[in-house]
């Protein structure tokens, strides 16, 4: 059976990337909502709407677990889908507890788009476990827009990154947590942008770690040959250029997770 990976882009390939990096030998249906994306600039209403039309087909499509590697989507709509579908369900969410724990006493960034900013789920996980007030909340849609033309590295990125942290007194600061899944793919230029002092955090380790233990409780793990489909928004992705364009994706998604 397969493990279903969505997101509403090419975002979600970094959890992709880091399940096959912990999980070789499972095989993968990745679905990317390319022709609704983005999501995080949408109401919650219209992500539930999209998000349970992708799990529709993951249930089609003989998933044994749906790993959602889209944080909007977790916040939108994660639980009113582990209501109504049976199979496990698990939702990347921003690592802020990690970042907290991490930052001993310094001040934390939750970066991620404007619905999960928004959204109660995001704001009473801080609530919970930010009894300082360590943790400021931004936005970066552009991100989102980047990285879905494939604009990782230009001037009108760096541009864009160093004016939203321009209000931050970044000295103060121990952890960025990239609380959107296409953020990861700009690793390079914050690094270039961040003082040292400044560590990048995400979620997409702790969610396959996540996936692991679900599956082992179940006993589903698997050895087969693991091998990934991918889909944009119900299309099989088949054509060489295509394939190529998502080998690309992975050699830069792997020099990033070593950032
Ligand atoms: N990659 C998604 C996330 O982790 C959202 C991007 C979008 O569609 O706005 O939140």
């Not at 939750?110 to 995001?122: I, N, Q, S």
């Not at 541009?159 to 947590?177: G, H, M």
């Not at 955090?201 to 599956?215: A, C």
Request: hydrophobic share 40%; glycine share 6%.
């Amino acid at each position: 059976m397969n493990i279903g990976i969505f997101d509403s882009g090419i975002g979600g390939m970094t959890l992709l990337h880091q399940a096959l990096v912990m999980l070789p030998n499972e095989s993968y249906i990745f679905y990317a909502d390319t022709d609704n994306a983005p999501y995080g600039t949408k109401s919650r209403e219209q992500v539930i709407v999209l998000v349970d039309r992708v799990m529709q087909f993951m249930t089609e499509h003989d998933c044994k677990a749906v790993v959602i590697a889209c944080n909007t989507a977790t916040a939108a709509a994660a639980e009113i889908m582990r209501q109504k579908y049976l199979m496990p369900i698990i939702g990347i969410e921003p690592a802020v507890k990690p970042a907290i724990k991490e930052s001993h006493g310094r001040r934390v960034i939750v970066a991620a788009t404007p619905l999960t900013v928004r959204e109660e789920k995001l704001q009473n996980l801080v609530r919970r476990v930010d009894d300082t007030h360590l943790v400021d909340l931004l936005a970066l849609p552009r991100l989102v827009e980047f990285a879905e033309r494939g604009e990782f590295v230009s001037d009108e990125v760096e541009q864009y990154l160093r004016t939203a942290f321009l209000p931050y007194a970044l000295e103060d600061y121990a952890e960025l947590v990239l609380g959107c899944t296409h953020f990861n793919y700009f690793k390079d230029t914050l690094r270039k942008i961040l003082p040292e002092n400044v560590h990048m955090i995400d979620g997409s380790e702790g969610t396959v770690r996540q996936l692991i233990h679900v599956l082992e409780s179940n006993k589903q793990l698997e050895n087969s040959i693991g091998k990934v489909r991918y889909f944009s928004s119900g299309r099989e992705l088949k054509g060489e250029q295509e394939l190529a364009y998502i080998r690309q994706l992975h050699e830069r998604l792997e020099k990033m997770r070593k950032l």
